[in-house]
């Protein structure tokens, strides 16, 4: 062969090995396609198997939530989350909420274990293994206040006593730390509590003259409160440290009024209180009379903080279900009850004589020290439940520690889910238009069909 020709013959064979295309620059089959944009619905990134990632990457705080289109619960969550997204947008708060249909992005819902909707996942720093579980409210201000404490302070840092007097002035409940060593890990437990206990606002100094101005000369949780006593203090424990468990007790306990009325607003608190004992005092609040008893049932509860809750419940609002669970008609009142949570045995004084500050004592007194038994016949396994709704015996319970959890909490994440699975006869867009688990009240779990 001539080597004239030699050259041309190595120019043709190194063309033949690249593709024409390659020459014109075009994208090498190894390289990745380019990236999809993610598409937004009122303010909420729409995400799929193909775009999650790309989320995670550009986003260090993402919030999203696995939904059913078919859920009525979802449905009812989706302005809430929406105006959530909207208030953090405006607050140039560093992070982004976004969605995932569960049914149809399965591989997602089971990388994740959804097994039932509206589910929510926390991710930091684009962390795709271990995303935090949202526990927090349903409401637009709750989701924020939620994610506001984990991307930002749960605890506000007080230098001086102007800015301790301005937190606590503010708030119907303040709980500030006084920690001598801000690098102690009882700091950490106290800000990993802060997180969640979502309503109430936390503060923290290390500041030896606002220890002074306080009355402390040791580490102490302090709440601040604008009722009842006013201030409580939870030392903490020189040797033991900062307990959670004790401490989330105490602030629980102590950030109740000593006397609750029980209506839509109180119910879930009342519930959450850790309280075994309720005492109830059913009154006619249209009645003067009625309404002196309020002082004498106040004056006895502080003896019983934290043993027994004190709760009055109006016969004249819509209070009905409470006194059917009872036993009790509007007339009897006024009446006191007493039932524990756990054994859910109920009790009655048994003279019926006036409510009075030493009668109330004694009775509470009485049932603590099991002097008083269960009027005959009396029904034990039921509760008593939210204002609107039927009394129903429970077909679940779950235990916290030794308190049985039985009363649905409408603030909480998960009283109610939705299934993912279908009845086979029914369409999902007739799903969509009924919204049967939101009507039914049935727990909906994905289940993967």
């Not at 989350?81 to 399965?106: C, F, I, N, W």
Request: net charge negative; charged share 20%; proline share 7%.
């Amino acid at each position: 062969m001539s080597r004239q020709l030699l050259p041309v013959l190595l120019l043709l064979l190194l063309r033949a090995s690249c593709p024409w295309g390659q020459e014109q620059g075009a994208r090498s089959p190894s390289e990745e396609p380019p990236e999809e944009e993610i598409p937004k619905e009122d303010g909420i990134l729409v995400l799929s198997r193909h775009t999650l990632g790309l989320a995670l990457r550009e986003h260090p705080a993402l919030l999203v939530e696995f939904y059913a289109p078919w859920c009525g619960h979802c449905q009812a969550l989706a302005p809430e989350y929406s105006k959530a997204a909207a208030v953090l947008a405006a607050e140039s708060t560093v992070v982004t909420l976004a969605k995932v249909d569960g049914p149809a992005q399965r591989e997602l819902a089971e990388e994740f274990g959804v097994t039932e909707y509206p589910t929510l996942k926390f991710f930091r720093n684009g962390n795709r293994t271990h995303p935090e579980e949202y526990t927090g409210p349903r409401d637009a201000e709750g989701i924020a206040e939620w994610l506001r404490r984990r991307v930002g302070p749960s605890a506000m840092r007080l230098e001086d006593e102007a800015a301790a007097q301005a937190l606590i002035g503010g708030r119907d409940l303040v709980v500030i730390g006084f920690f001598q060593d801000l690098q102690d890990e009882d700091v950490a437990t106290f800000l990993a509590l802060a997180q969640d206990a979502l309503d109430i606002t936390f503060g923290l100094t290390d500041r030896p003259r606002l220890f002074e101005q306080f009355g402390l000369t040791k580490d102490t949780v302090v709440l601040f409160k604008k009722f009842d006593e006013g201030r409580a203090d939870f030392p903490v424990d020189e040797e033991l440290g900062l307990d959670v468990g004790d401490l989330s007790r105490f602030l629980v306990t102590h950030s109740m009024r000593l006397v609750t009325e029980f209506n839509s607003q109180t119910s879930a608190k009342i519930f959450a209180a850790r309280i075994l004992n309720h005492l109830l005092l059913f009154v006619n609040q249209t009645l003067a009379a009625h309404r002196e008893l309020l002082a004498g049932f106040g004056e006895a509860a502080p003896r019983f903080r934290g043993q027994v809750l004190f709760v009055v419940v109006d016969v004249a609002a819509d209070n009905e279900h409470v006194l059917q669970y009872f036993g009790l008609k509007a007339e009897a009142a006024p009446t006191l009850r007493l039932v524990n949570l756990e054994t859910t045995k109920k009790y009655a004084p048994v003279d019926g004589g006036p409510v009075t500050a030493a009668s109330i004592t004694a009775f509470c007194h009485a049932v603590l020290n099991g002097q008083v038994k269960m009027p005959r016949g009396a029904p034990t396994a039921r509760r008593w439940p939210l204002p609107g709704r039927h009394w129903l015996r429970s077909t679940k319970t779950t235990r916290t520690s030794s308190l049985l959890s039985w009363m649905p909490q409408p603030t909480s994440w998960r009283p109610s889910s939705c299934t993912a699975s279908l009845p086979s006869s029914t369409s999902q867009q007739d799903q969509v238009g009924r919204s049967p688990c939101l009507s039914s009240r049935s727990p909906c779990l994905s289940s993967g069909d």
